[in-house]
């Protein structure tokens, strides 16, 4: 949770990308391939990428409920489809 101690954004959503500060990774829409929850927020919000990576984005070091958080990465996500923004994974 160092992000939070540097007063950095632990999420940060945009039309081109995430980035996920408590792992700081920056990663592009476009490479995103299929994002998966668990139904009872259990398990980590799952992104898995075009490369075959996956990125497990953790409610417990971001604040907010995990119903929500994953709603919002979904409808960015969705709104990207109709864009061709994106480079890679950082």
């Known amino acids: 949770m160092v992000p939070l101690f540097k007063r950095k954004s632990a999420l940060e959503l945009d039309n081109e990308k995430l980035f996920y500060g408590a792992k700081n990774k920056k990663i592009y829409w476009v490479d995103i391939k299929q994002i998966k929850s668990s139904p009872y927020g259990i398990f980590p919000i799952k992104l898995i990428l075009n490369n075959g990576k996956k990125v497990g984005i953790y409610q417990s070091e ?27 994974i950082t």
């Open 62 to 88: 971001i604040r907010g409920e995990e119903k929500e958080i994953y709603e919002d990465i979904l409808a960015y996500f969705n709104q990207s489809k109709s864009n061709n923004l994106g480079n890679t």
